[in-house]
């Protein structure tokens, strides 16, 4: 069965730091791929998407990620992180069926 | 489209109450989904549905918890009887039969059982 796993429950950085989420996942064929935030009372959001191409895709607030096939690894990151950016974030694989696996998430907290 | 909307956005009963969510997805989705997120347990799927018909209702904690979709633009999420266990926020969201398609989330409906 498929599953997606975020290893940092939590991540503290400061402003101006550049960061970066790991999401590894388990998936027999091409995956497709979700990473999005969760900002406190709100829904999820998406923040980007993979499914063929370019490895490298970018996203919404500065925020990219890459997809390597030989980790199966999609990781997120932002080379200078904002105090808004504190939230949380799920990574997510769409399987065949088109039910969508979330990973635990992992909490970014931002320190001044 | 106005996204995923979902209704009430907070709600507060007595235990052994029945509770009703509700939730319109984007038209034009062929999926819809339901879940639970807690602090101890994350974000669970409940159940998701195709065209209407449920697919995997295997998330659905017990009997106490239905879930119908009588037609394209409306699901109901029914919790009879309440009960504190179940206070948590409940998310619905859609997605469409490509699979590049992402799913959209509703605000969520807050649930506290008292």
């Known amino acids: 069965a498929q599953s997606v796993t975020q290893p940092d429950i939590h991540i503290t950085v400061s402003e101006g730091a550049s960061l970066e989420l790991r999401c590894n996942y388990s998936?027999?064929?091409?995956?497709?791929l979700f990473w999005y935030v969760q900002s406190p009372g709100q829904g999820l959001q998406l923040l980007l998407k993979?499914?063929?191409?370019?490895?490298l895709v970018q996203g919404i607030k500065g925020f990219e990620a890459e997809f390597k096939r030989s980790q199966s690894s999609f990781n997120l990151r932002k080379p200078s992180v904002h105090w808004s950016d504190a939230a949380e974030y799920f990574c997510?694989?769409?399987?065949?069926?088109?039910?969508?696996?979330f990973g635990p998430g992992t909490r970014l907290s931002v320190l001044p | 489209d106005a996204g995923v909307i979902q209704s009430p956005r907070h709600e507060v009963t007595e235990m052994g109450q029945e509770v009703t969510l509700r939730c319109k997805p984007i038209?034009?989705?062929?999926?819809l989904f339901w879940y639970r997120q807690t602090m101890m347990r994350g974000l669970e799927l409940l159940i998701y549905?195709?065209?209407?018909?449920?697919?995997?209702d295997s998330g659905m904690p017990e009997d106490r918890f239905s879930a119908k979709m009588p037609n394209a633009s409306f699901s109901t999420l029914k919790i009879q009887p309440s009960e504190p266990r179940d206070s948590a926020v409940y998310f619905c969201?859609?997605?469409?039969?490509?699979?590049?398609?992402?799913?959209?989330f509703g605000q969520g409906t807050r649930l506290t059982v008292v």
């Open positions: 038209s034009g989705h062929d999926y």
């Open positions: 969201a859609s997605t469409s039969r490509d699979r590049a398609t992402e799913a959209f």
């Open positions: 997510a694989v769409k399987d065949y069926g088109q039910n969508f696996v």
């Open positions: 549905f195709n065209n209407n018909v449920p697919i995997d």
């Open positions: 993979y499914f063929s191409g370019d490895t």
């Open positions: 998936y027999g064929a091409t995956p497709y």
